[in-house]
């Protein structure tokens, strides 16, 4: 079980960070935070640079966090809260990825909800700290805070 959950935290928390870095740089790809401003604007936005830093930030502080295991709850709200801006932006498109729908977030978020639930397992920060079996009432908050987060997010600061 361990190897499973450090392999899908592995995976999810860097593609996660890996996006981030995207947003805010011209690294693995992206266009700089003039194209990460660019990105929010273009999707409806306010707040261009300054929403660009926050969801960049956001992913990579989480996706480093849950592919630590470290305070796996926080780390699964901060996922959930970005990938739930995501899914917003996609809904009208359908679900299937092809089409630039939702599908990919929609996963990010139940990866992110899983292990939260599970914990991330004995090879990680929290197992090194004692704290890998979170206890499953912390998905609550973290699921409330994250897509709650998330849906709060796109009210805020999308244009109608």
């Known amino acids: ?7 899908l935290r592995l995976v999810v928390g860097l593609l996660i ?9 011209y690294h693995l790809g992206g266009s700089g ?10 999707d409806g936005f306010r707040g261009g640079m300054l929403t660009a830093l926050a969801a960049g930030g956001t992913q ?8 630590a295991g470290l305070l796996t709850p926080l ?4 996922v959930m809260g970005v990938m739930t801006v995501a899914l917003t932006v996609k809904w009208p498109h359908g679900l299937w990825v092809q089409h630039d729908g939702y599908e990919f977030p929609l996963v990010l978020i139940a990866a ?9 397992g004995q ?3 929290d197992g090194a700290l004692g704290l890998a079996d979170w206890p499953l009432w912390c998905l609550a908050p973290a699921l409330v805070a994250g897509v709650g987060g998330g849906l709060a997010t796109r009210f805020a600061l999308h244009r109608k």
Do not use: D
Not at 60 to 67: K, Q, S, V
């Open 17 to 25: 960070a890996g996006h981030g870095v995207q947003k805010v740089s």
């Open 112 to 120: 992110a909800a899983a292990l939260t639930a599970t914990g991330p």
């Open 60 to 67: 990579i502080g989480a996706g480093l966090m849950l592919a």
């Open 75 to 78: 780390a699964g709200a901060g």
């Open 33 to 42: 935070l003039a194209g990460g401003t660019a990105e929010f604007r273009g």
């Open 123 to 125: 090879w990680s920060v």
């Open 1 to 7: 079980m361990n190897t499973g959950l450090l392999l």
